[in-house]
T-cell receptor
Framework: DAGITQSPRHKVTETGTPVTLRCHQT?????MYWYRQDPGHGLRLIHY???????DKGEVSDGYSVSRSKTEDFLLTLESATSSQTSVYFC???????????FGPGTRLLVL | GENVEQHPSTLSVQEGDSAVIKCTYS??????FPWYKQELGKRPQLIID?????GEKKDQRIAVTLNKTAKHFSLHITETQPEDSAVYFC?????????????FGKGTHLIIQP
């Protein structure tokens, strides 16, 4: 499964608390992505990275920040979690801009 | 930006019959069209993709067709089996542009009736 792991796999938190999700890859791919998946919305891009310390916003970036200090790790932070951020979060990697994305196993986040 | 519409949202077929899922896209510059399969509780997995320099691609029981003029592409599954039950997502992008360019459809829940 393309050498991608996510942690934690499940998390329950309370409104207003900070949450950090981790994506780790062993493929040495340049591009990494964070998506959220919600019923009726498909997969929506939150943030992406095109190299160490190089990141940019996606379609639904409000309320989220990211960091990439090493090629293999891409962190997604919810500074102050809200109930609207309850979702399944998928990390993905790509070797280039050709398009093919490979997804991690997902993190199921519940914000109470 | 790109907009991808996917139909139907739910498709129920008898085991052994064929299933067709259709997507339309808005950006005529898009040149890469992947399809993903997501089983319940699992990650989306790439099952087939097509680039705009070809009109059709097959891999065993699945095939994808592309009509650039009409800006639509379709996934065809023949001789459906119970393990084909899943949610299928189409996507479109212009490869060679920005790294963020992949836009997904909202998904089709394919149900294979025994």
């Amino acid at each position: 499964d393309a050498g991608i792991t996510q942690s934690p796999r499940h998390k329950v938190t309370e409104t207003g608390t900070p949450v950090t999700l981790r994506c780790h890859q062993t493929e040495n791919h340049r591009y990494m992505y964070w998506y959220r998946q919600d019923p009726g919305h498909g997969l929506r891009l939150i943030h992406y990275s095109y190299g160490v310390k190089d990141t940019d916003k996606g379609e639904v970036s409000d309320g989220y920040s990211v960091s990439r200090s090493k090629t293999e790790d891409f962190l997604l932070t919810l500074e102050s979690a809200t109930s609207s951020q309850t979702s399944v979060y998928f990390c993905a990697i790509s070797s280039g801009t050709s398009g093919s994305r490979y997804f991690g196993p997902g993190t199921r986040l519940l914000v109470l | 930006g790109e907009n991808v519409e996917q139909h139907p949202s739910t498709l129920s077929v008898q085991e052994g019959d064929s299933a067709v899922i259709k997507c339309t896209y808005s950006d005529s510059a898009s040149n890469y069209f992947p399809w993903y399969k997501q089983e319940l509780g699992k990650r989306p997995q790439l099952i087939i993709d097509i680039r705009s320099n070809v009109g059709e691609k097959k891999d065993q029981r699945i095939a994808v067709t592309l009509n650039k003029t009409a800006k639509h592409f379709s996934l065809h599954i023949t001789e459906t089996q119970p393990e084909d039950s899943a949610v299928y997502f189409c996507a479109a992008m212009y490869s060679g542009g920005g790294a963020d360019g992949l836009t997904f459809g909202k998904g089709t829940h394919l149900i294979i009736q025994p």
